[in-house]
């Protein structure tokens, strides 16, 4: 980046699965100039997979946005070899333990970014293309995973903004027990409670070497006031000027999305009441909250949940 060029703003919304960050996303990305491209830590596996669909409807590989970033980024390189550009991403994305090592100065960022240096110069392409390809002057990305928003922040061409969400790990440990339910794969109780802890405890580290570009949400709160929040995450990246998607305070309306990858309710449009879904504290046996409770009660207290639903 020469010294004369703008970084890109980024929100990253970082935290533990379902947890409503594709609906927040979404909200986001109907802002005036800014652009939701979903999930894109993934896009080479699951944006690009024979049934890989865009938020738009169609196969991400036939979508016009998306056949756009790509000539413009990558065109270099055609045919681009997906299967290569992941692995590329699996073998050098910083691992917990070097994100944890990186946050308290154990390992110097320098040495992590030569390490990654053909990786963030594949990132760098795609959000390049991504910015200059739609003309947004915000991308949201809603990828969750901490380590891909450790090597977005090594990048100088990116201002990265963390929104950290969370919601209380009974409420996800349930939803991953409807998808399991489903045949949908999932996790068992104790893996989602596991993850929980060590997902949103990594992310606390990242938002600490953020500063002034981290924002904590609690999904109970957005669901509760999303205007509020959507204003407050528009706040802190000086957008403040915007106009929201809100028809009132609890309805958004939706329009045709260009997501790669996320929750199914991506391709939803129209008019969407935002709400709460807190099934699980009637429907999830007693037993199974006690224990998602007992791995997960020191950042419980620390996130402001009670023992007790």
């Not at 986001?28 to 024979?50: A, M, N, Q």
């Not at 957008?239 to 391709?267: A, Q």
Request: proline share 4%; charged share 25%.
């Amino acid at each position: 980046m020469t010294q004369t060029e703008t970084p890109i703003k980024l929100i990253y919304i970082a935290g533990w699965g379902r947890s409503g960050s594709t609906l927040m996303a979404r909200i986001l990305g109907e802002v005036e100039g800014f652009f939701h491209g979903g999930e894109l830590r993934t896009i080479w596996v699951d944006g690009f997979k024979p049934k890989g669909q865009c938020g738009c409807g169609v196969p991400v590989k036939d979508c016009e946005v998306w056949q756009a970033v790509l000539d413009k980024g990558f065109s270099d390189l055609a045919p681009l070899d997906y299967k290569a550009l992941n692995a590329l991403r699996l073998q050098t994305e910083p691992r917990t333990h070097e994100i944890l090592l990186s946050q308290f100065g154990l390992l110097g960022k320098q040495k992590l970014a030569a390490r990654m240096e053909k990786h963030l110069d594949v990132l760098r392409r795609l959000y390049s293309a991504v910015q200059t390809t739609t003309g947004c002057s915000v991308i949201v990305d809603d990828s969750l995973h901490p380590g891909h928003g450790l090597a977005l922040s090594l990048m100088p061409q990116i201002q990265l903004y963390v929104v950290h969400l969370v919601r209380d790990p009974r409420a996800t440990a349930y939803s991953w027990w409807k998808r399991q339910k489903n045949g949908l794969g999932t996790y068992t109780l104790k893996e989602n409670a596991l993850g929980w802890d060590l997902r949103n405890a990594v992310v606390d580290l990242l938002g600490r070497s953020q500063r002034d570009r981290y924002i904590r949400v609690l999904y109970e709160d957005f669901v509760k006031d999303p205007l509020r929040v959507t204003q407050s995450i528009i706040n802190l990246v000086g957008e403040t000027d915007k106009k929201l998607p809100f028809v009132n305070s609890h309805e958004v309306s939706l329009s045709v999305s260009h997501s790669v990858f996320g929750n199914p309710n991506r391709t939803d449009t129209g008019t969407i009441l935002i709400k709460g879904d807190d099934r699980w504290k009637s429907d999830m046996d007693d037993r199974s909250k006690r224990n998602v409770t007992l791995f997960t009660w020191p950042l419980l207290v620390r996130y402001g949940y009670g023992f007790r639903p």
